[in-house]
């Protein structure tokens, strides 16, 4: 059996469920499991780093093989430095795979050494996104079912 190190990268901005039930999926079938965040200085986050690599430690602790870190840059330069031979990405629908094929497709071109891995997390997560989960909180609406308590506790403190 060949080890196989899995880096799962997105924004974080803030982890779902969705997110975890992959985390969850992920940490089952490769030896270790990364789950990096991207510092993207693009986009006006609302979290910083910190605060997603805390609640992402938080909400991963049961996994004795999930590391959480952050990275910035190429994704296929982060994976090589990390030698990771896997991308795992999660795909919740066909408007999902557009995007994700071209990612990997050009992960791959820059990098022929990683393999994208699609994973599909359960259908009662397929409609959750952060910037929904987001919107929601800011707008008043319930999130309990969307993420883990401790992020529901957070990001209520920084609406509010
Ligand atoms: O959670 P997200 O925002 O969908 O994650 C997107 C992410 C972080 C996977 C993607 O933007 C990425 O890998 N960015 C790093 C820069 C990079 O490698 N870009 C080329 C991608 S083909």
Redesign the pocket.
Known sequence: MKNVLAIY????DPVTNGHLDLIERGAKIFDRLVVSI?RNFDKEPLFTIDERVEMLREVTRPWANVEVDAFS????DYARLREANVILRGIRAVSDYEYELQ?AM??RKLNKNVETVFMVPAVSYSYISSSVVREIARLGGSITDFVPPVVEERLRAKIL
């Open positions: 990268p997105g924004s974080f991207l840059g190429l994704l296929v990612m050009m992960n």
